[in-house]
């Protein structure tokens, strides 16, 4: 059995010698298990590739991005549904399983958590933060905090990081990403205010920003190389490790305008043996094991997983919040398609090149035309 997986934190717990979740597996059931991970920026043409030449049975799906689109092609088999009554597919948080279903059918089922946290160093702020902030009060906040001698922020501005990293911000001013039918809802003049906010900070943050994606801002939180990032929640677990300089330090709170994803496994329609797929998807996502992913990368699926270590992580109870009112984009047929549009154009804007008009304009062009 060949699994795809994405190259995160996350998907490295599951090929640690000391866990021997695989072999573990093929001691029980007699299943040998290949499980390959593939670095973000080659994930998703491997992906696509795996559909059309049978290499993968299971595959890693970002959620509500690529769900809808797969389905539509024919890409992922529907599972059976058939649980084992341990496994108790209930214990998945509300709004996760509202994510890996499409039409009450049940497509995938969840690794890990992506959304958006701000974590902050509390002795270097002269104020205190609550649980949940808004995008404007974070921005005061920075504001406040600035020094000449020390980067205060740092963003995700990479161009595979930059439109979710800018997305809190858009929906703050109100206003969402895409509509129900994938049309561009982003320019307005409440979508330029809301990209020069997001372009605005460029200033509190290191001059090579731009290209600062999560190994960046990871490093930039865990060695106090800025007081405050936001960072995802699935990067908590490694960025509060044992290289974390003065971990007690470090607060969390949740965005108003979050977005999460949360990555899950599914069966390639390529598939010939789903019953030993279903069989393994439900080992790798089991109580027990989502416990120890959880811990790895910093944020679990299931509620009995949040429960069990609270006490012990303490960003638990605010990743819980995240999870509670973070809101996923529409499920369309081409959500990919459409980010990469945006992305093109606010790049440009974050570089100066256009205007935060002119890229918004553009990037909704782009869309009309497709």
């Known amino acids: 059995m060949n699994v795809l997986a994405v190259g995160d934190p996350a998907t490295d717990v599951y090929v640690e010698k000391g866990n021997n979740f695989l072999g573990r ?6 299943i040998h298990v290949i499980f390959n991970i593939v670095k973000w920026s080659e994930y998703y043409s491997t992906l696509l590739k795996s559909f059309q030449e049978y290499k993968y049975d299971i595959l890693m799906v970002a959620g509500h991005l690529w769900l809808h689109e797969f389905v539509n092609k024919g890409y992922l088999q529907k599972l059976s549904g058939d649980f084992e009554e341990t496994y108790d597919y209930e214990d998945i ?9 499409l039409n009450h059918d049940k497509y995938l089922v969840p690794s890990f958590c992506d959304g958006h946290i701000l974590l902050y160093r509390k002795s270097q702020l ?23 001698h020390k980067e205060t922020f740092v963003l995700k501005a990479h161009p595979s990081e930059i439109f979710l990293d800018f997305l809190p911000y858009l929906r703050n001013e109100g206003i969402d990403a895409f509509d129900g039918n994938g049309l561009p809802l982003f320019n307005t003049s409440a979508g330029c205010i809301a990209l020069q906010k997001y372009i605005d900070m460029k200033k509190y943050c290191a001059k090579e920003v731009a290209s600062f994606g999560n190994e960046e801002v990871l490093e930039a939180i865990q060695r106090d190389q800025c007081k405050l990032g936001v960072s995802w929640g699935g990067q908590l677990g490694q960025i509060m490790n044992e290289r974390c300089l003065n971990p007690d330090d470090i607060g969390f709170a949740a965005l108003e305008t979050s977005w999460n994803v949360t990555w899950s496994f599914g069966i390639n329609h390529l598939c010939t043996d789903q019953a030993s797929a279903e069989r393994l998807l439900q080992y790798l996502t089991s109580k027990e094991i989502d416990q120890v992913v959880g811990a790895y990368c ?15 992580f303490r960003w638990y109870p605010v990743l819980l919040q995240m999870l509670e009112r973070a809101k996923p984009l529409p499920h369309l047929p081409n959500t990919g398609q459409l980010i990469g549009k945006v992305t093109e154009e606010i790049v440009k804007a974050f570089n100066n090149e256009l205007t935060p008009e002119q890229a918004l304009e553009q990037a909704a062009h782009k869309i009309m035309l497709a």
Do not use: C, H, W, Y
């Open 25 to 30: 597996f093929e001691k029980q059931t007699g």
């Open 298 to 312: 910093g944020n679990p699926t299931r509620r009995s997983s949040f429960l069990a270590g609270q006490r012990k």
């Open 93 to 101: 948080l509300p709004s996760i399983r509202r994510e890996i279903e």
């Open 126 to 148: 002269n104020q205190e933060l609550t649980e949940v902030v808004s995008t404007d009060e974070m921005i005061q906040v920075v504001k406040n905090n600035s020094e000449k």
